[in-house]
């Protein structure tokens, strides 16, 4: 597919002139890292039964890398460790470091599924991040933060989670028109997108438009190959919560990721494994933190409602890996577990807490909230320390290659 043909009427092609491909051994190394990727993630829907899979997304719709037949997990096994000794000979620094790091997580995968592995073996393998849960002076420091923005908003009376219940009415969006808010801030977000980010090579018409869902394990969900944000309408919604999820699920959030990779991987630029988006994996914490600092990255946060926001999302990931490692670390029952999240919650009601229990109680999702955890912190502190005038590079860098915490802050 010509260049021309991936990219909008509007979409200028000389973003791509200082762009230049990575080394032929790494984009061969991609070839056979993609099929592999592409075989474990079937020998483990055919074994699981989970129809979700290991690849929850594969854009390879017309099946150029139909990836390698497994016998079981053991040759699976067999094929990440080659390929994890290829890793150590790649050109690139940071690709070596991801590609070594992304066949550690296939590795732990691997063996969660046929001997098991525990739940902080499994934070360590998976995702590559510390095995504990948020600290409590960490939460005590973000309620410190958000109790000063509430009162600096007028909200002083009772404490604070009253004060969190009189802001989410006065800034409540209704279930019923959730759906035509989110398409205006969607509007905004793309406009918001293409001046402060980097032009996104699609047409308007190809963007996001939002189905309310109830009764789901997620609060809202980016559904790429229809064009879908699935967006729970059970939780309180306020127009500050929903401006950061149009951000992180629309632009510049996981539309445009998937996007992008698309146009990198067809323009030969990349390793086809960009065309996969995976869970439980070393790209899984800077694939939630690029959409989660996306607000920051496109200069979006305007008001003390958009730093509260912003600091309610971080409590709120914060507060889920405590539940989620009572849950699986701990044994916690999980009526008890439920009981302490509602109790520590402040904002979103009682349809936010049964669905980040539903999210957290499947044991093929139990450690994702950690991705949330780690991943803003790490893609908005290297975003903030690359000077304004390199960072059109480094946005490249960041939505072109599959990355790792550490591979992200390699730039340069």
Not at 187 to 196: G, L, M, Q, V
């Amino acid at each position: 597919m010509s260049q021309d043909a991936l990219l909008s009427p509007g979409f200028p092609g000389e973003v791509f002139d200082d762009e230049k491909p990575l080394s032929d051994e790494t984009l061969e190394y991609g070839d056979r890292m993609m099929n592999a990727l592409v075989g474990v993630d079937r020998l483990y829907r055919e074994e699981s039964e989970d129809e979700t899979g290991l690849a929850v997304l594969n854009m390879d719709r017309d099946a150029r890398w139909p990836g390698e037949v497994f016998e079981d997990y053991t040759a699976a096994a067999d094929r990440m460790i080659q390929l994890r000794n290829v890793a150590a000979q790649l050109p690139e620094a940071d690709r070596r470091r991801y590609y070594e790091e992304a066949c550690r997580s296939v590795l732990a995968f691997l063996t969660w599924r046929a001997d098991g592995l525990p739940f902080r073996d499994q934070l360590q393998g998976f995702l590559h991040v510390p095995p504990a849960p948020a600290s409590d002076t960490e939460l005590h420091r973000l309620r410190s933060g958000m109790d000063e923005l509430l009162q600096r908003l007028g909200h002083t009376r009772g404490d604070l989670a009253a004060r969190f219940g009189t802001w989410e009415a006065e800034n409540r969006v209704l279930p019923g028109d959730v759906v035509d808010v989110t398409h205006e801030l969607l509007d905004e977000a793309w406009d918001r997108t293409e001046e402060r980010v980097m032009p996104i090579p699609a047409t308007r018409e190809d963007g996001m438009r939002v189905e309310a869902v109830r009764n789901v394990a997620y609060n809202a969900r980016c559904d790429f190959e229809a064009r879908t944000i699935q967006l729970n309408v059970d939780p309180v919604l306020t127009r500050p919560a929903l401006k950061h999820l149009a951000v992180h699920e629309g632009y510049p959030g996981h539309y445009l990721q998937f996007r992008m990779r698309e146009v990198f991987v067809e323009l030969g630029l990349v390793p086809p494994d960009g065309l996969l988006s995976l869970v439980n994996s070393a790209s899984s914490c800077v694939f939630e933190g690029i959409a989660d600092a996306g607000m920051e990255i496109a200069g979006w946060i305007e008001s003390d409602d958009d730093r509260l926001q912003a600091l309610l999302n971080r409590y709120r990931a914060g507060i889920g890996t405590v539940a989620a490692w009572q849950l699986h670390a701990e044994g916690r029952p999980h009526g008890e577990v439920s009981d302490w999240l509602r109790r520590h919650a402040l904002a979103g009601g009682e349809g936010w807490v049964a669905n980040r229990m539903k999210f957290f109680a499947a044991p093929s999702r139990a450690v994702l909230i950690w991705s949330y955890w780690w991943g803003e912190p790490t893609v908005a502190e290297a975003w903030r320390s690359i000077d304004e005038s390199r960072r059109p590079a480094f946005l490249r860098f960041l939505y072109g290659r599959m990355h790792s915490n550490c591979s992200v802050e390699m730039f340069g």
